[in-house]
């Protein structure tokens, strides 16, 4: 090596390790600026793919249900397809279940909401039923099939309305408010057939069970709201 390539090489040995010992050296403030485009570009993605562009169909959807005060606000379908407004049972206390023709529930459920209805109709007592195949297609049946099957089998004096999804994205607009105003303990969504919410004559939602709780162990509950001792 030249003497003249010797000093090049030690002044770049001399200048390397200067540069290393001035970035040692250099307090952790002072790469602050060269943090802020990789805290922009994080702020932009949240902001991009996790705020504004949100589906406008669900976002819509899920706004027009929180701007619902209570049930009475809905309006749903009976078997015959025809609108039902809710605002009709304002006053009462409400047994709101969704249901199914097939499921392990059914012969346990049906004839115990048909009892409850008989002991406290008169007292201002209302059970609506929402037939939903989301389970395991335990309720198959059309709209007409779901009606005799209830009304003959089981007696049903209570209105059974057309048949629903409960979760999803086309969930019944009444079954997103009473999920959103009480989960349940895995989550929000309707676990299973037979979940049924109490609504006060208010009608807000005050307690919600699992399918498993039978119509007359929450007896107590439906007296407390309709005043009966």
Known sequence: MSCSSSRVFNNLIIAQKNLVFTSNSLPISS???FSRPIGSKRSWFSTRFCGTNRNPVLASRSMATQSKQSVY??????AKGQEVDLSKYRGKVLLIV???SQCGFTN?????LTTLYQRYKDQGLEILAFPSNQFNGQEPGS????QEFVCTRFKAEYPVF?????NGKNAEPLY?????????LLGDSIKWNFTKFLVNREGKVVDRYAP???PLSIEKDIKKLLGVA
Not at 143 to 146: G, H, V
Not at 178 to 183: D, F, I, Y
């Open 108 to 112: 346990s459920n049906y004839p115990e």
């Open 73 to 78: 606000d809905f309006t749903v379908k009976d």
């Open 31 to 33: 790469f602050s600026s």
């Open 98 to 100: 969704n249901v199914a």
């Open 212 to 214: 498993t709780t039978t």
């Open 162 to 166: 057309s048949k629903v999804d409960v």
């Open 176 to 184: 997103n408010f009473l999920k959103s105003s009480k989960g349940g």
């Open 143 to 146: 709209n007409d099939e779901i």
